[in-house]
């Protein structure tokens, strides 16, 4: 082969890896994109400032606390601020559940726009929201018993 | 439900990048055969087969079980591997036969990938061996000392095992179980760590008693370095530590302590330790002739990476046609030199690159994992890439002393090899779990949420109808 297209092929090979480098920039140039939609659909708190239209309208009622129905820790109320809730016998966990047939790391309820939502963590025993067995993260709405072992929670106003 | 439509699996664009990756890492095989002025060999066709071949099936693993694991990962790692195979087989002389050994390799990493990707359907399963990996890491480590399994001293360091006639690094099998280790233990014990301690100005010190894990992690990062002689897996391991640890308390007072403790050590092992006073010599003063022509610890090797690479130039001799042959261990410890010579400052950017994107979509991956595990295994992971090719670049281009780490998928290693596509899958395993949407919709009637009461409940129904159908027969 001659010279000319030695180099005509050493330096497509360079411009050949170039273009794969600026292909993978490219491809994700949407996720670079930081919060720009929401998983909820929600909008994000910048285009509620640009557009306050866009901003949900304030719900009616906020779960505010969460209180232990059923179960050894009956009576317990617990307030809810902005941070997940974990729940499960482990001793990291927010709501400490002295129930046997509960797992270290049960259930996780954490607030998502203005709901709560409760996701199993894999117990052993699942988690129960108003007697249907979890199967995903679903939306808690106020006084709907979640079941955990012997212990039933609900979200009070 | 629009925003939920807006996150998409995206595999079909994987696709696109993957072919585009294969083309590079097999175009690089040709173009040093071309270069060379042979003609396409048996080893091409066969190690660009393997190579697409084993990069397609693991792609459609991710379409199976991982739909919406990050697409840009494999198509990078794809590019990297493949570079690597082409420069390994291009330095191979006719004894020598790390090419194919490479090969088989690549598909051994791969296959692990994909039993990874195929079992793991949760990475929060790993939670729960946190202790068991720290006894395993434990084992991995001490295993290269124990006489019988040892494979003794090779070049210098004793990090490696034997079975039969292969040899196999633990320590780099170590790097994950360590991680995994390290990401339970700081999600579970954070806010212990995290509680107040004593002020010093802006910087907040910890108590003494939660600096008990850096201690111990310290202690065996300068154990790898006094009884194995390895100091590029013991910065590596001792870093891990210190940027998970950042991240999970986000006190930079961790990571100041953490640098001067690995100073310090360094500092008193280069003053007890020849080999390694001789290795910051040849850093310091890498050009002198004395220390150029030293039958040990010289700076022979750097300095002729050195001279490589400047021959290279902007744009590079084009591959097959330098002489990084010149430089020893070109196929292993020193290929990034091999790469400058023959790609030149734009292709060995390009790596770099490459490099730096995957860290990146490693640290995505951790932003968006929703639990404070697979966020911290996801960074410890991608900082343990990214500092590991700090200190090969850094240590052939003569930044910092050239350390015996690999360069992950490029150089000839078999361990390293697998253990990087481990890694890789574990961080598709997280990214996926990180991009999947959350599913929040209302539960659709006929989705029987509660498989045990109704499926009996069923049952007894229609046992319930036969019956009455049969009494009302009679």
Redesign the interface.
């Known amino acids: 082969m001659n010279e000319l297209t030695l180099t005509v092929l050493r330096l497509g090979f360079l411009v050949l890896m170039w273009v794969l480098v600026f292909s993978i920039v490219a491809a994700m140039r949407r996720d670079l994109a930081v919060g720009r939609r929401n998983k909820t659909g929600a909008p994000s708190a910048r285009e509620v400032r640009k557009n306050p239209a866009l901003a949900e309208p304030p719900p009616r009622q906020h779960a505010n606390q969460l209180v232990v129905v059923e179960g050894p820790l009956a009576g317990t109320t617990m307030p809810l601020g902005e941070s997940p809730v974990l729940l499960g016998r482990a001793q990291e966990a927010t709501l400490v559940l002295e129930d046997d047939y509960a797992s270290g790391r049960h259930a996780r309820l954490f607030p998502q726009g203005s709901r709560w939502f409760i996701e199993d963590l894999g117990s052993t025993n699942g988690t129960y929201l108003a007697d249907r067995q979890l199967t995903r993260a679903q939306p808690v709405e106020l006084n709907v018993p979640i079941r955990i072992g012997k212990t039933v929670i609900e979200l009070r106003p | 439900?629009?925003?939920?439509e807006?996150?998409r699996p995206?595999r079909n664009?994987e696709l696109?990048?993957l072919i585009?990756?294969l083309?590079?890492g097999c175009?690089?095989n040709a173009?040093t055969a071309?270069?060379e002025?042979a003609a396409l060999s048996n080893d091409f066709w066969m190690e660009s087969g393997i190579l697409a071949a084993a990069s397609l099936a693991l792609h459609i693993s991710l379409r199976f079980r991982a739909k919406y694991a990050d697409?840009?990962i494999l198509?990078?790692v794809v590019?990297l591997n493949g570079l690597g195979l082409a420069m390994i087989h291009r330095l191979d002389t006719p004894d020598t036969d790390y090419g194919n050994a490479q090969a088989r390799w690549t598909v051994i990493g791969m296959a692990l990938a994909a039993v990874v990707i195929w079992v793991l359907k949760?990475h929060?399963?790993l939670r729960r061996f946190t202790y068991i990996s720290l006894i395993l890491s434990a084992v991995l480590l001490v295993l290269p000392l124990v006489p019988g399994v040892t494979a003794g001293d090779i070049n210098g360091a004793q990090v490696w095992i034997k079975f039969g006639s292969a040899t196999f690094q633990p320590g780099e099998v170590a790097k994950i179980t360590i991680g995994i280790f390290f990401a339970g233990y700081l999600s579970?014990n954070r806010?212990l760590i995290l509680l107040a301690g004593r002020r010093i100005g802006k910087l907040q010190l910890p108590r003494f008693r939660d600096l008990g894990p850096m201690i111990i992690a310290w202690l065996a990062s300068i154990g790898i370095l006094i009884f194995q002689h390895d100091l590029g897996m013991s910065i590596l391991f001792f870093g891990i530590f210190i940027s998970m640890i950042y991240v999970a308390t986000s006190r930079a007072s961790w990571a100041l302590l953490g640098i001067l403790l690995m100073f310090g050590g360094a500092m008193a092992a280069s003053i007890i330790f020849p080999h390694i006073r001789l290795r910051i010599d040849g850093w310091l003063n890498a050009f002198d002739p004395d220390v150029f022509g030293r039958q040990f610890g010289g700076s022979y090797q750097i300095v002729q990476g050195l001279f490589g690479m400047a021959n290279g130039g902007i744009?590079?001799t084009?591959?097959g046609q330098g002489r990084p042959d010149l430089v020893p261990f070109a196929h292993s410890d020193m290929i990034i030199a091999a790469f400058g010579e023959e790609?030149?400052l734009?292709?060995l950017f390009?790596?770099v690159?490459?490099y730096a994107?995957l860290v990146t979509?490693g640290m995505?991956a951790a932003?968006g994992a929703r639990d404070a595990f697979g966020k911290l295994l996801a960074c410890g992971l991608s900082a343990g890439i990214g500092l590991q090719c700090f200190v090969v670049i850094g240590g052939v281009t003569r930044l910092i002393p050239l350390t015996g780490l690999t360069t992950p998928f490029l150089a000839a290693g078999g361990s390293s090899l697998l253990a990087n596509w481990i890694i890789i899958a574990l961080m598709l395993v997280i990214s996926n779990a990180a991009r999947r949407?959350?599913?929040?919709t209302?539960?659709q009637p006929e989705?029987a949420?509660?498989?045990?009461t109704t499926s009996s409940l069923r049952k007894q129904t229609a046992a319930e109808t036969t019956l009455t159908q049969a009494v009302k027969k009679q």
Request: no cysteine.
């Open positions: 439900m629009s925003a939920v807006a996150v995206r664009i696109v990048l585009l990756a083309l590079v175009g690089a173009m071309i270069n002025g697409p840009v198509p990078i590019t949760d929060r399963t579970t806010d744009i590079g084009g591959l790609l030149g734009v292709g390009a790596i690159m490459l994107l979509r995505r932003i949407p959350l599913d929040t209302p539960l989705e949420p509660n498989p045990a």
